[in-house]
């Protein structure tokens, strides 16, 4: 019986789901910083699969159906710049040039480290595009011939200390202009740290929307000539 429902793709499915509205529910209980929805929701699913003992190729099934939803929120990043439209049209060279430094210090950072500490190509290629959306982070550690579950983690990752810290190195760094603030937070923590970078500010949030497509954009165009 048990097998019979974990081998059907709607558990995955339904595991996530569950996972992460149980998530939101204790970050909304909480006000806790460190109550993130996502890794909330990635340790339950981790929790289930090993009390039950579920093959992981089971829960895939389903998880397979959610990550084919991410090639159509690749494409919805162009609606967000496009309703960002007046923003980025009055910040226009601060949004390239700092969204141009920051994928550039981004993916150079992680080649440098990678090849001090002598990780092998598929590694490194999975933790390049760090700082990018999932959907394109995976293209192009894919593309590269990194792991693709490497690839997310390490998204995630960034993703988490953005968010936590977006505030602090603020304050720490001094940096109080709101475009600066939401443009770093976006660069380097994608959707999570846009998420913080909102609660920060209405101008923050909507810099850090409009980081999240460049950053994306500029990081595919720099890993092709890699």
């Known amino acids: 019986m048990m097998s019979a429902i974990t081998s059907s793709p709607l558990f995955g499915i339904v595991l996530c789901i569950a996972s992460f509205l149980l998530g939101r529910w204790i970050q909304e209980k909480t006000h806790s910083p460190l109550a993130n929805p996502l890794l909330i929701s990635f340790a339950l699913c981790v929790a289930v699969l090993c009390l039950f003992d579920i093959p992981y190729e089971n829960f895939a099934k389903g998880g397979d159906i959610l990550n084919m939803m991410l090639g159509p929120v690749t494409a919805v990043l162009a609606l967000g710049i496009y309703n960002q439209y007046s923003v980025l049209k009055r910040y226009f060279w601060p949004v390239l040039l700092g969204c141009t430094a920051g994928s550039l210090t981004s993916i150079f950072s ?12 598929a590694l490194t290629a999975a ?57 770093a937070t976006g660069a380097c923590s994608h959707a999570l ?24 954009l500029i990081s595919v165009i720099i890993t092709i000539f890699l």
């Open 127 to 183: 933790m390049l595009p760090k700082s990018c959306t999932t959907p394109i982070a995976l293209s192009i550690a894919e593309s590269h011939g990194g792991l693709a579950a490497i690839a997310a983690a390490c998204v995630m990752i960034a993703g988490l200390t953005g968010s936590l810290c977006a505030p602090l190195f603020a304050k720490w760094f001094r940096i109080q202009d709101p475009v600066a603030q939401g443009l």
């Open 193 to 216: 740290g846009t998420i913080k970078a909102r609660e920060m500010g209405e101008l923050q949030g909507a810099m850090s929307s409009i980081a999240i497509g460049v950053c994306g």
């Open 110 to 121: 992680v080649l440098a480290l990678c090849h001090l500490f002598g990780l092998d190509q």
